[in-house]
């Protein structure tokens, strides 16, 4: 099989380079295209990179070779595309909201798909938001969009924010369970990482806790309902419940966001130990198809006191795995249990490939 | 006036050692005694802690010149005691729960009134667990106490947890204002000097949290009902609300416990001002009386979005103030605040410190 | 006595925070003037810090009802100096090197005397670089200074490298004591203090050490030279040895830099125990003149076989000793220690305003 | 190829699941026996090791269901040997040196051969000190060594202290070219893995650095010189020189030991361009013979400013390569250069694996 040559918008960042350190050896994808801001177009990717290279893994050799492009210039990504350099583009874009909104847009419209960790179109009604294991089916939209703007193959289709995924794949297990779940309070404690870089200063994590991220409660309390809407009238309708109160802390962590969870069902109240037992055998679209991003398990339940701990298990099954453990009842609610997943990864590039898996499967890449 | 003279139960610990720094220059009280394990016994205290001092203050120099006792040996006490050296001991050690019951136990039949940081007593009914701001009334079990036991000049008072501090003085300002509050839930991220020394492996400490501190939830959830509690038929009844869910995690901070806190009121519901304004002018008896080590306001408030954080925040007024920041509206419950305090001073033996100078102003200790 | 009214140019940094609050308490200067970048002027001291004051510590409350003025506006100061308002001047300024040598000569020749912690006037021949305790003659370049630029009241007077206190004061110590020193090789261990805010990015300085510090290992090893100088012909010739080599790591610390330190001496070699000795009672003129930044004893040495260690030992007689511990032979030079010294008090703000007290008491000030 | 099945002593440690992990999917060598401290005997490792494991990769499935031994019981290894469940041992004891001395020998006599990690057989006249890179001939002493002691197959075969991985394979590639080293001055910044757990604690490494370990400097001064000595007369014969003054330090770091390393060549004096050559080119017997744990090249040279840095080197080419960076003229000696090793794997399990290899390839392990 013939790889689909792909494109990193924003490949200087951190998630851009995690975009390249994962796809380095993908089966399905190759790296052809990388466009970050003006100031670093023209040179090439290996040098723009000299001291800025943030992971411990590398990007393939070929991919330092690549000459950047300026990824304001969707022209440059028009004359790939036919060129047959390129067929979709991951979007890592660090702008201002409204230039993202119209920048993808543009590539959309050029007839290059857009696979996006940005926020810009997370609330846009007819961009699906996606956790391949949670709302695959959301793809469904793709079309509807694509007719209304007027799209023939490009369109757009983003992930959620790295905060929710420690609970946003358990909760939706729950529901598919079929137990209601009524509200939610959590709190976070996020890696450094998240924040890019240069990022936190190290005057804010040496030996302290910052109890606020600009942006993080909102999201982590909202997007979870788009993911659990449902496609209606050419939008994507976001879910009544449950309500979602977030306390979002950034932590002297490198990668891993924890979040401690206090949750309360409906009427019917499953046991811990069925809790436990439909966590561990939960298995979504990803699974069932092999995607190579895929992790086994998307739950992986740990039963020693201590753990999940970001340092020892963030890695678990290619850094896809949302970990759990201290599954317990809640003296106030009804369950409390605590998530962690690797929020550059699952959180961000591992997540946007994994979508993009999944949009291939499904036809929508071509 | 004449100083009064005081021990240190368990002198060579983390807890031990912040109270020869604060008593170091305190107006009232200069220690005289110190005791801990019999393998320490007979050494100079400056000898005995070459190379084991914690703190970057120091304690006095006299006391470097103190000879060590057995803690154990409550004959060491007594004769000290009865040669004018000690009035009484501040317990901090750091033994098996049914030693230290027998040990504090022994002390105060003695006739050395003890006051004591250890966990074990307090759940003894008939002993008080001081917060001085908060059940400073409590402490008119004491003589209840000493008839029942047959003591006369001995008793046993105690201090909470070190991880309540940051939500029972707010909470309890909440109440004392009128309104009810009917359950929280609270996620703490705690500084690793609250597990003593050597204490938590740097392992599990750089570039980690661990999800889990043993008994700290339990004692977080149920330590705010006794002093909330009624001096009721010889004892101390806990209070029946609110009901509290604690997730307790250890974080890479030295000093500094910072608690996440949405809590939901009864009926009568104050707007967000109202609660800040009540917390601004809370006031207590430690106040009123201004015992020296009482801070001036118990609780101080940020209006930065970022604030508190444990390292910039955790020494204010003497490391005895609460600090608090984002107080705001819940969206499951009604309020959400973070809370900090220093554990090892607020928490710990600053606390004990100010319910000694409450006891002694009450005449306990006369 | 009226104390004198200072300014502090660069007072929104991490070190113009650092002096306001050592002078909050100041016997002798009080500050009365405030300066940063034109963006924040014309605000209130205290708004323009919202969210941003690092320290544990506050300036002085009025300080924080002063206006900013922009520091490029030396008009504004001279106005200030002709009301009463300033005498001289902090300059903790952070701008390229050619700005702050012309803007602090600006200010001195408006008649304003200028103690700076600037790098850009330590290498100008006439301008003194001072450690109060080591080189306190080299103010004996002033008047020359003055007169050969045509300036009445005003001068320039400069601080050293931060990294270079750990050690200095040592090497002076065994110099004066007559023993000559031919080199060292030395290897920094710094605080991210040292880069202010926001400085060095936490994903640098989690679970990271970094080897390289731009600039500062050629500071590291020629300032010293200067120091150690001579007033000869108008201008301070540099010494001609020891010859330094230094290795200069960021490492994950608040604030303190150490430095391991191996040292050879010339014919002349002092015993372990003579080294101690006169480390231990070496005093400056700081020391002799009383002065009331002044450290009691400017070098203290732990013999405590794993100090001095950062958290612990920095901020010993007001963070302006330098600790000194495993003095013990070299196999390779002769003589080997630990040094650690507070880079942000006595390696910056600190030894900023000891050498203002040296020039009050030396009439420059009058 | 039928694998070879090994053991572990000490498999419960740090160094012992470094070993297991190294070895879960070793082409040449399978885990079949694992032995600790008498108090973990008998039961099933994986039970063991329940909230134990420090590690982010695991060890392989079926070791988990290994029942632990008594590392004291000589027997059972012997038992295990003859039933063809054991060829060799690592030993990763951590024990008194008196104890490791006499029970590694029992292996031995017991036709054991056992590949150590401790230091107790370091300066044991008769046993290689080996890193493979740099002294495979060193092996040569095996036969003499079992000669002398009567052993048949059993013998000793021990690798040096993690500390020396970062400069002894430059030092050696220089000695190597031909350049005479007359002296070294190093300072190293090592991580809190070499402790162990729970090892150091956290009060000791957050925010802070212990410039001491224990017995550590002495073994970074004398090891070399083993390791560049000559089988001579049925011993090994230390050189004579280089001369090394070594600091060592712990740093907040989880893995990957820094040095610094000041330099000076004897009459002649390379290049910093030829340094670098030599360097880049250098192989050794373990790359001739591909031998699996074998890094593609021992050393990497990072021309960034900034590198090697801990988190973002130490894993490169499988945590066995050697990175150097920041290779310069020395004002004091010759040359200077920033070293970093990984210290668990390639100083460490990593190296044993290493050693295990070429011992296999020689024909020792037979």
Known sequence: MQKIPVGVLGATGMVGQQYLALLAQHPWFEVRYVAASPRNA????????????????????EVGELRLE???QVDAALRASK????????????????????????????GIPVISNASAHRWTPDVPMLIAEVNPGHTAIIPIQQKARGWKRGFIAVKPNCSIQSYMTPLYALLKAGYE????????????????????PSLDSIDNVVPYIG????KSELEPLKILGQVHNGRIEPAGEPKISAHCNRVPVVNGHTACVSLEFGVKKPSIEEVKALFSSFSGVPQELG???APERPIIIREEANRPQPRKDRDMDKAMAVTLGRIRPC??????FVGLSHNTIRGAAGGGVLNAELLKVQGYLG
Chains 1, 2, 3, 4 share one sequence.
């Open 42 to 61: 023209g040179k090439l990717y290996r040098d723009a990179m000299t001291g800025r290279w943030q992971l411990a893994t590398a990007c393939g050799p």
């Open 215 to 218: 942006g993080e409660e909102e």
């Open 331 to 336: 003296p106030v609610f009804d369950l409390r």
């Open 181 to 200: 779940v009524k509200r939610l309070i959590i709190t976070t404690l996020q890696a450094v990482s998240g924040a890019g870089y240069p990022g936190v």
């Open 291 to 293: 995607l190579p991003m």
């Open 70 to 72: 300026d990824a304001n």
């Open 83 to 110: 060129e047959g350099r390129l067929g979709f583009v991951f979007s890592a874009l660090e702008m201002e909201k409204e230039a993202v909104l119209q920048l993808e847009e543009a590539y959309a419209a050029a």
